[in-house]
């Protein structure tokens, strides 16, 4: 999958001209990229081939970054990513632009405890993704993690013990997942000594 990402194979506009895209059925299919899930991955993917979504690109990223991936959700939303990469060239960084609004939204009104939870569970899953798509070759450029780490711990959130708690619990995802950025062995008993 990383090879196909790192070097994609386009298809050239005249084959996308002979795909559907008609308004009705594209938007059939960007409603269903809301809703990414492991069970409808082939389906998803048999549908995303059938249609042309070059005039679409920005509401299918918009569909990708609203949607709430579960763990279980993540190898299927990294597959459709792909696919959608492999197919529009402009679909890569627009996606990496979305995905990042989950960490820096701009200046908000503090929310309720739920809506903070919530927020909480959707910057882990997208980190996750954002991680899993960099290792596949979607996203190329790794000085977003650099950035996403640095607004983590900054010292504007160390000063709430929630949003503290929340950002360590975000770090060590990032260190259990993104293992390779840190330096450290993929697996095995020094791992565990390394990392602690």
Do not use: W
């Not at 389906?43 to 763990?71: G, H, Q």
């Not at 996403?148 to 619990?169: A, P, W, Y």
């Amino acid at each position: 999958l990383r090879q196909s990402n790192v070097k994609p194979e386009r298809p050239d506009p005249s084959f996308l001209r002979t795909l559907d895209s008609s308004i009705k059925r594209n938007t059939a299919v960007i409603k269903k990229l809301k809703q990414i899930s492991e069970e409808q991955r082939e389906s998803l993917m048999d549908e995303l081939r059938s249609v042309n979504l070059s005039k679409f690109v920005t509401e299918a990223v918009t569909a990708i970054c609203d949607a709430k991936l579960k763990t279980s959700d993540l190898q299927a939303a990294v597959q459709i990513c792909s696919l959608l990469h492999q197919r529009y060239q402009d679909f890569s960084s627009s996606l990496a632009q979305g995905l990042l609004k989950v960490f820096f939204p701009g200046k908000a009104v503090e929310d309720l405890e739920t809506d903070r939870n919530s927020k909480a569970m959707k910057k882990r899953s997208t980190l996750k993704l954002l991680l899993e798509l960099y290792f596949v070759g979607v996203i190329e450029d790794s000085s977003i993690f650099v950035n996403i780490i640095k607004d983590l711990v900054g010292m504007e959130h160390l000063k709430d013990r929630d949003t503290t708690q929340t950002n360590l619990s975000l770090l060590a995802t990032f260190a259990r997942q993104g293992r390779v950025f840190l330096g450290l062995p993929l697996s095995g008993p020094e791992f565990s000594k390394e990392f602690f």
